[in-house]
Each structure stands twice: as structure tokens, then as C-alpha cells.
């Protein structure tokens, strides 16, 4: 009896979680308008470089993205500071993967400490700083929340999908460091704003 | 005692080697993960999707297995707990969960092991639907196994569909990837397609699985309990039969008093009789019931002993049996003259007809007399014997089954007909049944003529019987 009863409550609940659920995500996102569609004028230069913060496989879908933009980058998803000569505009593609930093047999507190030394190297010498987050709300943690705090504060310009501004953390940090902020609604809208940063 | 220790003991080891066998799986497949993250890569510069599902299929296969290792051995403990404890299943139910979702949380934290909190415990409460009514036996873990695996595996594809990410399925690091990247290069639709094509066949096969083990089991209780019910049929047939001896002894006893009787009165006649002549005559009566006597013991004791029977014997002694207390039954025997002599055991014969004949007095029937009808002819090469009744007959669909022992359409043991039918044709007889429903039923009995050469000699074989027994 008493399992018959939980079995019951399990269900509805699962059924109005089912209902509720995909209504709710629609109208979070219909309520994302206070972003930029993108810059009104350039802000980097070529050459740029094109690292992670976190070691995610995203990384590689930027540089593929700036290599059908025809924007001359150089790709190092553990790029130092000796990389940084030449290069005028650095974008730090955020989102934390546990497998990816183990494959290049580093710890999250190694890869924090490299992303200070670049962003360090990179406030003295004045470059250009883009941070880019492709990983929605699902990547988000707190280990990719701190890396986003690392690297927006120091950035020019935010590009993200709006799923992983559900929280509104993003438009949070935008508005706290004064960083214009570009939501597209999928991947694929990236180009435009990426472009935009650039040409 | 000491079987139920070995098979606990026999668990208690499958539990630690499937925990073992869940710990180390992580190390085992760390280079996999790499490589699957370098597949997810490769799709991106060639946009190509075929490395996704590639890295999908990798990644569903290993989570499966894991998962399915930490299931089998959670179920292993349960078990031991359910042997030791009486506990409810609610509680047992509860307690692997926890179990489950514990050793699923220490692996993914000890060993960087992507796993889907989701996804394993909507598989863990699938299973448990589909294994709940399931008995426990022997191919139960077996069916686990092979259920398990087919649940974790269907199910692990969800992860890799874009469409159910609102629904919390596929939120670590790899399937993230696959489906950011899916999405990037287009694929997000076929990616969808690819996990449903996984999911419905996987889900639906679990399901067909414990389907057959569940019939299976069924079919080996239905098996177990035939057997049983077997077993005390024959048990129940023996007793019955033993009983039928007894019986057949005191019918015995009882038709050895007729000449105990004779006996008795020729001897008290001897004792007052002056005539010497009637002494002769009085001894020789002795003498015949002496040897009736005989005849009858060592038909019972001797199954193989015949004698040769004048059929007017047997109807005479048939005769005797018929009760006339019943007002509505009406019995008529007919006969032929010059009946040939058959070699039989004669008391058993007698029994045999007796029987057939007492199961056609007890048929019930529909018409205002009981009537029967015995008939004793000269056929070719032999002697019939038909008993006809006016009951309500045979149904055709238990023809087939009036000869088995035990078997009985009306109020009789279900033992006259085959104890008939064994001592006919232990006496080289013939036995068949005719009914019509509503019209009656004719048994016809058949006993073939002894020839003359035949007659001497057993005749002969008869006489050195007698002497030896004597």
C-alpha cells in the first residue's frame, strides 16, 4: 500500500515536471533582450590567439568559427605567456571539463593559475580580450563560473548562448565589470557577433 | 545447512568481485574517454557527424557497463541483507537505491567518471518495474544481467539527444560536448534520430527479456508442480491398487467358505453315518471340494495357473454375483450351447468379468430400468463374452482415457476396467469397449478356443502345475 502510494506521488510528479519544464525554459528565454545583437564597431586585431579556460573541446568549434571568418588566429588551448608575442587579440573560450584537463594532465588550480598569468601579461600589454562561453546552462559549475569571473573582468567584449544566462550570472558580471554582452540563441548565431568584434 | 552457507557464501563473493569489478572498470576505460574527446574534436574540423555518433556509441557502452556492474553488485547486497533480514521490499526497494546512486557518486568523484544522475536512476526505476514481479531463482541475477545492460544502454542514449537536455539527461562533460558540437555542425536532428534508434529497440528488447524469463520461470513452477502432483498421483494409485488386493483376498476368502462349508457337512455326515457304502461316496465329495479349493487358491496365488474352463462355469459363477436386491435392475444372460473350453485362470477371469460387469450395473442411466445384457457365443476360432448396458454411455473425448488407472467418468475407484483388462490379456485375451452417449455401452470380451493337441497339454501342464504346488 504504502509503495502503491509513493509509486502514484513519483508519477505526478514526474508528469508535472514533464508539463511544467519545457514551458518554463521558453519563457526564461523569451525574456532575454537586454544583450547586444553585437558591436557597433570593431575592437581587436588580427593576429589573434585563440586559447581555453577550461580545457573544453568548445575551444575548437571557436577556432573553427574564426577559420571560415577568415581571421588570422593561432590556436592553443594551453597557450602561455611566451605565446602572447605578435598577437593583438586573445579569446579565452570558458568551460570547464574535467576529462579535457585530465587529458592534458592538468589540475583546474594549474589551469586557474595559467589563465592569471595570461590575463596578467595581457592587462600590461594592452591587448584585446574577448570571452567566449558556448556551453550553455548544462556546462555551467562552479569551477566554469569562476574561470567566467576570471576572464570576463578583464574582458572587451562577452559572447555567449542564452541558455547559460539563465541565472542571469552573465548578464550579472556584464553589467558588474562594464563589458558589452552578446546572447545569441544557438551556436551557430556566433559568427555574427564574433565578426562583428573584428571587422 | 551447510548448502544454504556455500550459497551464501557463493554471493557474498559474487558481490565482491562485481564491487571490484565496478571500482577498477574507471581505470580500465580512462584512455577511451580521451579518445572519444578526440573524436568529438575531429568532428568539429571535419564536420563530420559520424565521429559523434561514434563518441556517443563509446560513451553509451561504457556507461552502461559501469552502471550495470554497480547495479548487479548493489542487488548482490541486497540480497545477502534479504536473507539475513525480514525486511519489506519497500525498505529492500529504498536501500538499493541508495546503495546505487552512493557507489555511482564515489566512482564519478574518485575517478573524474562522467555520470548522469538522471539517466541511472529513471534505468534503475525501469528496471525495477520491469524485474519487480519476477521470481527469485536461479536465473534470476542472470536475468538481471542481461536486463541491466539493455536498460543502461538504451537509456544512456538520451544523453546524447539535444531534445531531452531539458529533462536534466545528458548534462556531463561528454555528452555536453557531443551535443554542443551535434548542434554546431547541424547534426543536432540526426543525433535525436540516431538516440531514439537506440533507446526504442534496447528498451523494447529489455522488455521482451523479462518477459521470456518470466514465462520461463513460470514454465519450470507449472514443470515442478506436475511433477509433484505426478508423484502423489502414483502414490495414490499404489495405495489403491494395494487395497484392491486385499479386497480381491477377502472375495477369496469368502468364496473359499462355500467349500469349507460342503466339507464341514460331509464330515459331520461321515461321523453319523452306519452305512459304509456312503463313505466312498462322501470321501470323493471331500476329495472335489478339496480340489475346488485347490483350484482357487492356486489361481490367486499363481497368476500364471490356468485350468481349463468349461464357460458354463464361469457363467454360472457370474450368475451367483448378480444382486437381486435392486428392483430396477434387470439382468439377462444368454448363451450358446456346445461353448468351447478356454484355458484360463479362473478366479482371476471370473474377477475380471465381475468387475466389468459391476461398472455396468453402477452406470448411471436415463431410462426408467437398468437393463443389462450378458452374452456368451461361439465366434470363429474362440468365445465372446459381450455385457451390454442401457446407461448413459461414453463421451468420445474419454474413450481415450477409461483404460488408465484411476480414471473414473461416474462413482467407481477408476480401477475395474484396467485390473479387467491386464488379467484378459494376461490370459491371452481380447477386451473392447463400444459406447454411444445416451444409448449404452458394450464391453466385448474375446478368449480363444483351445484345440485338442492344445487341450492335452495343457491339461497335462495343468495336472504337473497342480502336483508341484501340492
Known sequence: MKAKIFKGIVGILVIVFVIWLPHNVDQKLSNKADSIPSLPQPIGKETVLITSAGQSTDTYLVKDIANKLMIHNFFMPQALEPDLEGINTVVFVVGFSELGEKLHGIAFDKEKKRIEALLASLRKNDVTIITVYLGGNHRRNRNTDTLLDMTCKESEYIIATVSADEDNYLSDLSNKYQVPLTLVRDIKGISEPFASAFR | MIEKMSIKNKYVLYAVGLSIASLAFPLFVENIWFDIIVKIREAVIKGDSGHLII????????????????????????????????????????????????????????????????????????????????????????????????????????????????????????????????????????????????????????????????????????????????????????????????????????????????????????????????????????????????????????????????????????????????????????????????????VRVVRAIINILENAIVAPYRHQFKNIVIEVRVVEKGLRISICDNGIGIAPAEMSRIWEIGYSTGKTSGLGLPFAKQIIEENDGKIDIESEVNKGTVVTVFFPEMREAEHSEAVRRNEDEDHRHL
Open chain 2, 55 to 346: 563518441s556517443s556509441a563509446y560513451s553509451s557502452i561504457i556507461s552502461a557497463v559501469l552502471s550495470s556492474l554497480i547495479f548487479l553488485s548493489s542487488a548482490m547486497a541486497i540480497n545477502l541483507v534479504r536473507k539475513n533480514n525480514n525486511w519489506s521490499s519497500f525498505t529492500l526497494l529504498m536501500l538499493l537505491t541508495a546503495i546505487f546512486v552512493v557507489v555511482n557518486g564515489f566512482v564519478a568523484k574518485v575517478y573524474s567518471f562522467p555520470w548522469e544522475p538522471v539517466t541511472v536512476l529513471t534505468s534503475l526505476a525501469f528496471i525495477i518495474i520491469l524485474v519487480r514481479k519476477n521470481p527469485i531463482n536461479s536465473t534470476y541475477f542472470i536475468q538481471l544481467a542481461v536486463v541491466s545492460v539493455q536498460v543502461f544502454f538504451a537509456f544512456q542514449w538520451l544523453n546524447i539527444m539535444p531534445i531531452f537536455s531539458m529533462y536534466y539527461f545528458g548534462l556531463s562533460d561528454i555528452p555536453v560536448s557531443i551535443k554542443i558540437t551535434g548542434s554546431y555542425i547541424n547534426s543536432a536532428p540526426m543525433l535525436n534520430f540516431i538516440g531514439f534508434s537506440f533507446f526504442l529497440p534496447f528498451a523494447f528488447a529489455a522488455v521482451i527479456t523479462t518477459i521470456l524469463f518470466r514465462s520461463y520461470a513460470q514454465n519450470i513452477s507449472i514443470v515442478r508442480e506436475n511433477y509433484k502432483k505426478e508423484r502423489e498421483l502414483q502414490l495414490m494409485k499404489s495405495k489403491v491398487i494395494e487395497n484392491r488386493i486385499y479386497q480381491e483376498i477377502n472375495l477369496l476368502a469368502h468364496d473359499l467358505k462355500t467349500p469349507l462349508v460342503t466339507i464341514r457337512g460331509l464330515n459331520s455326515l461321515l461321523a453319523m453315518s452306519k452305512d459304509i457304502s456312503k463313505i466312498e461316496v462322501y470321501s470323493q465329495r471331500i476329495e472335489g471340494a478339496v480340489e475346488k479349493m485347490n483350484e482357487m487358491v492356486s489361481s490367486f496365488l499363481y497368476g500364471s495357473s490356468r485350468q481349463l474352463v468349461n464357460p458354463e462355469e464361469l457363467i454360472n459363477y457370474i450368475r451367483a454375483q448378480i444382486p437381486t436386491e435392486d428392483d430396477k435392475l434387470t439382468i439377462e444372460i444368454h448363451y450358446d450351447k456346445d461353448l468351447p473350453k478356454v484355458l484360463v485362470n479362473k
